[in-house]
């Protein structure tokens, strides 16, 4: 495999000094119009790199840190690569198919790729994902045709099984998003049934924040002698003191200062408390561990008067798949609110303006972690993220640091008050645990 490392720019800027215009390649003018409408004009070093090798038949595996503009660095050589076929193709002739782990983040792949794919005449794109009716996805593709898939591998896979009437022998590129976390979810099965279905001569991207053996493994399998792309961004070592500190190769954005708060179990909710309110203007994302954990803090921190008026927003894989949609753009559309969820908001999601993030519960995979701290400072814009370490977990901190995501401490606030007195604090939990449990009652008798 073919290695080539783009190191961040000094000042960490976000954008290279490269155009989009100045690639090559050159990109066609629908495809530079439809950036300049969309508000890009110099690349970002991950779309530097990749799109050129792309364009120019190269498969690639691509290692970037979370925020660094991915999605662009697929979705137009996709669509640059099929404004050059020399025939439009037929309805049911598929071209490019683009597969990730999660509903939202197909989601938001689908809508970056519009005003991008609408430069192409009769060409059609379909969103393939879970939570709805296969058969209204597949009555879709009868009626109006698919040339590119964006979706999940499960329905995407569901959808090749039940319809003989797609033809995949002139497929141009296929692209795997977040690959990691695709094999992580358990796809893999589904990955390797729809690569044996597509043709070997096509153009391979396989795209990840975090590269393991199992992503390996799958880019031996799925991607002709690839030519990998590794764009560092830079941090500065917190084991150093300030007049030595050094730069180092660090897994996380660069503009993002990462954070652990040690306190004892008890502590945690009234310093949780006296973070969001610390934080109050601002957006930010708290992580906890289990869709219970959600349900209940989303009834409990509505409850408390220190946090009256805040906007609360819970979400986690549980919920059925229109209120996930309606909780993701509410809390998008907000200037100012706090998102509680699990996992299933980790991964590549691109919510604008993100501010903080807490991790109440620390993952146990560091890869997990880099992910959920990615949601901020995104595209070269600051941001700040806190972990909860019980005094017990402390060789977590020394665990992230030789995976190359150093933290600082941060004390714990002794001006928290307690969030409430102890009777109705008790009084506030017996409230949300029946609460839930009539939830739960309810949706089994569904």
């Known amino acids: 495999m073919a290695s080539t490392t783009y190191p961040p720019n000094s000042d960490n800027r976000a954008l290279t000094e490269t155009r989009f215009s100045d690639l090559k390649p050159p990109l066609s003018e629908p495809i530079l119009e439809a950036l300049t409408r969309s508000g890009f004009d110099f690349c970002t070093p991950v779309q ?56 939202e983040l197909s989601s938001q792949i689908y809508h970056v790729a519009q005003p991008f794919i609408s430069t192409l005449s009769h060409v059609k794109s379909i969103l393939l994902v879970g939570g709805g009716d296969v058969k209204s996805d597949t009555k879709k593709i009868e009626e109006e045709g698919a040339n590119i898939l964006i979706g999940t591998p499960g329905r995407l896979h569901d959808i090749m099984e039940r319809m003989d009437i ?31 279905r597509l043709p070997k001569l096509r153009r391979t991207g396989l795209f990840s924040a975090t590269q393991t053996e199992a992503v390996e493994e ?80 989303g009834i409990v921190l509505q409850r408390l008067a220190a946090l009256k008026g805040f906007s609360i927003i819970p979400l986690h894989g549980k919920m059925k ?34 501010d903080c993030i807490i991790q109440y519960d620390p993952p146990q995979d560091p890869n997990v972690f880099v992910h959920r701290v990615g949601r901020t400072a995104r595209m070269g814009r ?11 977990e402390e060789a977590y901190i020394e665990f992230l640091h030789i995976r190359r995501v150093p933290l600082e401490e941060k004390k714990c606030s002794d001006n928290a008050p307690d969030v409430v007195p102890d009777q109705q604090w008790k009084n506030e939990k017996a409230v949300a645990e029946q609460t839930l449990k009539s939830q739960n009652n309810t949706s089994s008798q569904r």
């Open 48 to 103: 530097a790199a990749t799109i050129p090798l792309l364009c120019s038949f190269k498969d690639v595996a691509v290692d970037a840190a979370t925020g660094s503009g991915k999605t662009l660095a697929f979705v137009v050589p996709l669509v640059e690569i099929l404004r050059r076929c020399s025939t439009l193709p037929k309805p049911h002739q598929v071209m490019g198919i683009v597969i990730s782990p999660t509903r």
């Open 166 to 196: 797609l033809d995949f022998r002139n497929l141009e590129v296929l692209i795997l998003d977040e690959a990691d976390r695709l094999l992580d979810m358990g796809f893999q099965k589904q990955i390797n049934s729809i690569i044996t």
């Open 218 to 297: 799958l880019s031996k399998a799925g991607l002709r002698n690839p030519v990998r792309v590794e764009v560092r961004s830079e941090a500065k070592s917190c084991n150093e003191s300030s007049s030595t500190q050094q730069l180092v190769s660090s897994k996380t954005p660069s503009g993002l200062h990462l954070e652990y708060l040690q306190c004892e179990a008890d502590k945690k909710p009234s310093q949780l408390v006296d973070l969001l309110v610390e934080n109050k203007p601002k957006k930010v994302i708290v992580y906890f561990m289990t869709c219970a954990c959600v349900d209940y803090w």
């Open 321 to 354: 798949q229109t209120a996930r949609e309606k909780a993701l753009a509410s809390f998008t559309s907000l200037s100012s609110g706090i998102l509680l969820c699990t996992d299933v908001a980790a991964r590549g999601l691109d919510i604008p303006g993100v």
């Open 382 to 392: 600051r941001g700040s993220s806190i972990v909860f370490l019980l005094p017990k």
